[in-house]
């Protein structure tokens, strides 16, 4: 079935680095731009970057502007987040998500049709 | 960058009733938003897209409306598995999340 599984969170001091991973499984990952969105503890939804199906275009919240970098391996079905010089309020739940095009009359629509389950990443000392 | 804001932040409703949620804009985005449903401990799942198509597989109780700088989630007859947390994103600019809506029981 359409899954995506997100992994590498965990705990790092302020300043260190991380790398997400997200696998995806079920589709043409290859065919879809592909997001991440995270959550802070109790907070809303903040979309964080975008890369394009082939990887040639890629847009970031400016939040992590030059610390984030979005990249994808789609040889092996599989989108990454390098996370640098993390800051306490990189603290969130870290998910990976589907972009899906819609088309009608009027024009393309972006929506996130498939989520993963999300992978806690915690920045303290 | 485009702002989003969504009225109320909270509001408590019983089984079977009529629920409407709105999101404003703070600029025009034509028809580019999009409804997410978020359960606790879960992630979101997408409900509508271009403001008013229902995503596949979604019930029909759902339908969204709206262009411009306004727009409206409606709940037709709430059901215990509605209880959720509903956010607005727009998609015409990058991507910018409201800041949601907690349905809970009354």
């Known amino acids: 079935q359409v899954q995506l599984v997100e992994s590498g969170g965990g705990v790092v001091q302020p300043g260190r680095s991380l790398r997400l991973s997200c696998a995806a499984s079920g589709f043409t990952f290859s065919s879809y731009a592909m997001h991440w969105v995270r959550q802070a503890p109790g907070k809303g939804l903040e979309w964080v970057a975008v890369?394009?199906?082939?990887?040639?275009?890629?847009y970031y919240a400016d939040s992590v502007k030059g610390r984030f970098t979005i990249s994808r391996d789609n040889s092996k079905n599989t989108l990454y987040l390098q996370m640098n010089s993390l800051r306490a309020e990189d603290t969130a739940v870290y998910y990976c998500?589907?972009?899906?095009?819609?088309?009608?009359?009027?024009?393309?629509?972006?929506?996130?049709?498939?989520w993963g389950q999300g992978t806690m990443v915690t920045v303290s000392s | 960058d485009i702002q989003m804001t969504q009225s109320p932040s909270s509001l408590s409703a019983s089984v079977g009733d009529r629920v409407t949620i709105t999101c404003r804009a703070s600029?025009?985005?034509?028809?580019?938003l999009n409804w997410y449903q978020q359960k606790p401990g879960k992630a979101p799942k997408l409900l509508i897209y271009a403001a008013s198509s229902l995503q596949s597989g979604v019930p029909s109780r759902f339908s969204g409306s709206g262009s411009g700088t306004d727009f409206t989630l409606t709940i037709s007859s709430l059901q215990p598995e509605d209880f959720a947390t509903y956010y607005c994103?727009?998609?015409?600019?990058?991507?910018?999340f409201g800041p949601g809506t907690k349905v809970d029981i009354k």
């Open positions: 600029q025009s985005i034509s028809s580019y």
């Open positions: 890369i394009s199906y082939d990887g040639s275009n890629k």
């Open positions: 994103q727009q998609s015409y600019s990058t991507f910018t």
């Open positions: 998500a589907r972009g899906r095009n819609y088309y009608d009359s009027s024009g393309q629509y972006d929506a996130f049709d498939i």
